[in-house]
């Protein structure tokens, strides 16, 4: 199956100018919930994982989000932000890390795959929101 190419012409075109995506960064654990359609039939699936990465250029910007599934198989999957198929991410918790990309994760087996949680006060949380809404730059100009 060949990908579509998103061009910021093809993206304005499908009104996916803007999207309301809460913030997020690397190392937070996300829910993707996705349009799947099989046949007739659309549905939506729910892919949660931690953010490992994120390519922020433009209107070909995309996030890969790492699952450990199964059996203890890890699933990796790359999202583009202005998708017209992706429904919503919701932020589900905010990760500890210090790096910027988090390949060396997939090396890891175990309990060392996991993430750890960053511990914060109701303050501290409203406080790491507003920063996190601030710094959000718009990915996507016209």
């Known amino acids: 199956m060949k990908a579509k190419k998103y061009t910021k012409?093809?993206?304005?075109?499908?009104?996916?100018?803007?999207?309301?995506?809460?913030?997020?960064?690397?190392?937070?654990?996300?829910?993707?919930?996705?349009?799947?359609?099989e046949g007739d039939k659309e549905r939506i699936q729910v892919f949660e994982g931690d953010v490992i990465g994120m390519h922020k250029k433009g209107a070909s910007s995309t996030f890969t989000v790492r699952k450990i599934a199964s059996n203890s198989i890890a699933v990796e999957r790359?999202?583009?932000?202005?998708?017209?198929?992706?429904?919503?991410?919701?932020?589900?918790?905010?990760?500890?890390?210090?790096?910027?990309?988090?390949?060396?994760?997939?090396?890891?087996?175990?309990?060392?795959?996991?993430?750890?949680?960053?511990?914060?006060?109701?303050e501290e949380k409203a406080q790491s929101l507003k920063k996190r809404k601030a710094a959000q730059s718009p990915l996507f100009e016209n």
């Open 9 to 37: 012409e093809t993206i304005g075109q499908l009104g996916m100018t803007s999207n309301k995506f809460q913030p997020f960064q690397v190392g937070d654990t996300v829910s993707v919930s996705l349009r799947i359609k």
């Open 78 to 122: 790359i999202f583009p932000f202005f998708s017209p198929k992706i429904e919503s991410v919701k932020f589900v918790r905010h990760g500890k890390v210090r790096r910027a990309k988090l390949y060396y994760m997939r090396d890891r087996i175990g309990k060392a795959a996991r993430v750890q949680e960053d511990v914060m006060t109701r």
